[in-house]
């Protein structure tokens, strides 16, 4: 019994110890993130040749009318270039792209990767661009996206990455989906860059220098690619710049089995990440003081938000429990009582709470909220499942084609 009891405590001292550094890395970030930025009001004088590539794997359903949109940006239109690249496509398809004022790169792959589909692409388009925008092929841009972009160049940037948000909120899972990426923008983008670190790439709704991103790009092939095109950027000492109002409208997840799929990828991307690169990041920050390539390296063992919260709150009501009933020989297995687990659960959700937008703060995403257990347990299972999932592509089907309120 002692034995056991001796474990217990090991093991759950190590877990708070991990779970406090990720309450209190939130929590600086998010809090950073109430204040505001002053913003860039200047006007470009040089318009820059942008290639805006977008990449889809049998995305029959939604690519016709994001590249029919992607055109309609205030941009001058001979200054930018909408490429798609076609992987598995239907013929019809095809010829409905093939119909429109843009450029369609058809790619064919035994293994399909987006790393791939890039790389293949900027080979067959040549090098006459001055910046690369990617989006995902269900990605819908403000008019004025392309515009910003350009003038953030001007001020030195050689990454950007614009605000994604919503395109819809059909389900309480598309909800909760918004809201955590609402979340994820304000802490590890707006907080960063007002903290004076880099902003998170997302892997759409980015800007990025053509000959830097395609020089970056030739090097990597992984499922995570936009978080290895971060790493390697950070590493060479670029600031990423985000831009709060640079508004570019992605689907969020209606389903539970895509919401599994989609997660299991990014989680085994992130833990794939973290062990390749956490040592390189250690030594950079010693011996060239280059905190942002660490910061980097940090967040890739952040544990999602939602486990993060609901792990605590299960702990605390725990906790509680076994104290308010007084259940002695619960209590002596244990090495912290209620007060711990409470004050991390405490943080954690008023974190939350002022990362979040205010127009999420009504009756009906209120209602969704009650899906959050569900979206814990799913996590959880995306967790058991993320085995092998950093070495293969998992696709995630986009089919929203309702166009989203650009205002």
Known sequence: MIALSLFLK??????????????????????????????????????????????????????VDVAEDALLQDYPCEKYEVIVIADSFKKETLDALKALPIKVVEVV?????????????????????????????????????????????DLGFQA????????????????????????????????????GLSSALIGSGMGIDYKLFKETMATVDS????????????????????????????EKTSRSDVFVNQRRRWIAAQLEFFRRYFFDGL??????????????VLQMVQPPRI???????????????????????????????????????????????????RKFYNLTNLKAMLSVPHGFLLMIKSLLKIKGASKRFIHTTHDHVEKPNKK
């Not at 060479?236 to 831009?243: A, F, H, N």
């Open 307 to 357: 486990l993060l919260a609901g792990t605590l709150f299960i702990f605390s009501l725990t906790s509680v429990i076994t104290y308010s009933f007084n259940i002695q020989y619960v209590r002596d297995l244990f090495l912290l009582d209620y007060r711990f687990w409470s004050l991390l659960f405490s943080i954690t959700l008023v974190t939350l709470l002022i990362s979040t937008p």
């Open 283 to 296: 030594w950079n920050l010693l011996r060239h003081g280059n905190f942002d390539f660490f910061d980097k």
């Open 160 to 195: 950007v990455q614009g605000h994604r948000m919503a395109k819809n909120t059909n389900t309480n899972f598309a909800i909760l989906d918004a809201i955590s990426e609402e979340i994820n923008n304000n802490i590890f983008r707006k907080g960063h860059r007002i903290l």
């Open 223 to 250: 499922v995570g690619e936009d978080k290895e095109v971060e790493m390697k950027l950070l590493k060479q000492g670029y600031k990423i710049e985000y831009l709060d109002d640079a508004k570019v409208f992605d």
């Open 10 to 63: 090991a093991v759950e001292l190590l877990l708070f110890i991990y779970l406090a550094m990720a309450t209190i890395y939130i929590a600086i970030f998010g809090f950073a993130s109430v204040f505001s930025r002053k913003k860039n009001t200047s006007s470009s004088v040089r318009f820059r040749k942008i290639a805006v590539l977008i990449p889809g794997y049998k995305e029959d359903r939604v690519i």
């Open 109 to 153: 792959f035994e293994i399909s990767k987006k790393s791939k589909a890039l790389n293949k692409c900027m080979e067959v388009i040549g090098d006459d661009y001055d910046i690369v925008v990617i989006l995902d092929a269900d990605n819908i841009m403000a008019h004025d996206v392309l515009t910003k972009i350009n003038n953030s160049f």
